[in-house]
């Protein structure tokens, strides 16, 4: 009837790319998020709508569905319920245990700074004001403030003078998902450049994409290349770390593995146990995008070395405030940026509302470098326009 059940938690636009690869495999797929006709749910088989983080709802969605495959597709999940099912013998991807490390960054942080020996930023936690502080005096101004629980920059802020601490403890509380009232203070790396590295664990070992060079904004990321020229001996340093943390977190899936890169240094920040935003460039880049390796290695299919086909950028197309009521145009313009010589291609979410700073669609580019192919990206992202409404 069908290859596999999967209830996948979280139904963004990652996980609507997920769904059309899974479901290219003749999966059945029971898409789940907070909010009616998320992107996921518009090409899956069956909906649910319920909080993540309602411990008894989210029982109640797996009970009801008995999925062969539960799929985390967002960080904020009550991983506890994951843990138990896990106990019963039910297949978390990639396991309970990574989903509930990298929902913390405390208890990622810990894990590869201290039990893994992966150099990272200095850093400190702080449930205070006044342990933000001394934090900082730790650390070394400048210093970026990120809740513990959080994620796309959510609450984080960096600091350059010691009279902005407060103001950034204040954005990171009201910002942080969860109950706990703590955030990380971290040392400020001066990166020359930062990576993804979608890291794929399956049943055939450990296996990499090329590096995925991104700049970001407000925590978030606006745009992302492929590849990243990097040397030999850093490349091997950022694949080594990438996979003593995914042997430790276990199970199938692919992970995005990022990373700041300093002139002589590979410094690990954190990761996602699933498909990465800034991966989104895969699915014109390589001939397997991060979302059908992801489902390949949950389904234990093969996985073969990944293709590039050539350099290849992405560039977010941003809603700029909040509304219910809006258009989208320009995709004939965006799209008329492709030639002989350059592929083209936009992805729009179909995401309901619009609020400031909200992802809507991706625009996609090859070209003969990276420069140009960013260069197009971004010029198509600017030709899609988001008109309000009233
Ligand atoms: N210690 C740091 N030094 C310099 N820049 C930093 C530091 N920490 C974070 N950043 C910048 O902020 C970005 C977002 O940080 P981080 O990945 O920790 O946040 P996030 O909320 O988990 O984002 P996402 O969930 O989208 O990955 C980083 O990619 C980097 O550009
Ligand atoms: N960095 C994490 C990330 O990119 N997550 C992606 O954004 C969606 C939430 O978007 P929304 O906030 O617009 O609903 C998530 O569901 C996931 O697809
Ligand atoms: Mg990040």
Redesign the pocket.
């Known amino acids: 009837m069908f290859t596999a059940k999967i209830l996948l938690l979280g139904s963004g636009e990652l996980g609507k790319e997920f769904v059309i690869s899974s479901k290219r495999y003749g999966c059945h797929v029971v898409a789940c998020d907070s909010y009616a006709n998320a992107p996921a749910m518009q090409v899956a088989d069956e909906a649910e709508v319920f909080s993540m983080l309602d411990a008894d709802a989210l029982r109640q969605a797996i009970e009801k569905h008995r999925p062969d495959f539960i799929v985390p597709e967002i ?1 904020a999940i009550r991983t506890e319920v994951l843990q138990e099912f896990e106990d019963k013998g039910f297949t978390v991807v990639p396991s309970a245990r990574a989903a509930s490390l990298t929902m913390n ?1 405390d208890r990622i942080r810990e894990l590869a700074a201290t039990e893994l020996g992966l150099r990272t ?1 200095k850093y400190r936690y702080a449930e205070s004001l006044e342990e933000v502080r001394a934090g900082a005096e730790h650390t070394g101004l400048p ?2 403030i ?1 809740p513990v629980m ?5 609450g ?1 802020s ?1 600091v350059r003078t010691a009279d902005q601490l407060e103001q950034a403890w204040n954005d990171a509380v009201a910002n942080m998902r969860g109950d706990r009232k703590k955030v990380i203070v ?6 020359e450049y ?1 990576i993804t590295l979608l890291t794929i664990r399956s049943r055939e070992g450990v296996s990499f994409c090329e590096p995925i060079g ?1 700049r ?1 904004e407000r ?3 606006q745009e992302s290349w492929q590849p990243t020229p990097m040397t030999e001996k850093l490349l091997a340093d950022a694949k080594e770390m990438a996979t003593k943390v995914v042997d430790n977190l276990g199970g199938y899936g692919i992970f ?1 593995v ?1 990373f ?1 890169v300093t002139r002589d240094e590979v410094i690990f ?2 990761l ?1 146990p699933r498909p ?2 800034t991966g989104l460039v895969t699915l014109l880049s390589q001939n397997l995008s991060e979302f059908d390796l992801h489902a390949r290695a949950v389904l234990g299919l093969p996985i073969p070395p990944v293709r590039l086909y050539g350099p290849t950028a992405s560039a977010v197309i941003l809603a700029d405030r909040e509304a219910e009521r809006f258009e989208i145009r320009g995709l004939r313009e965006a799209l008329e940026l492709g030639s002989k010589d350059a592929d083209v291609e936009v992805r729009l979410f179909g995401k309901p509302t619009t609020r400031k700073h909200r992802r809507m669609g991706v625009a996609l580019a090859s070209g003969s470098t990276v420069e140009e192919a960013r260069e197009r990206a971004r010029q198509a992202a600017d030709r899609v326009q988001i008109t309000y409404e009233g």
């Open positions: 960080e960054r930023s210093c970026v990120k959080s994620s796309s920059g959510k984080q960096t971290e040392e400020f790396i001066a990166f930062e991104h970001q925590g978030d990321y995005g990022e700041f920040s954190e996602s990465h935003d």
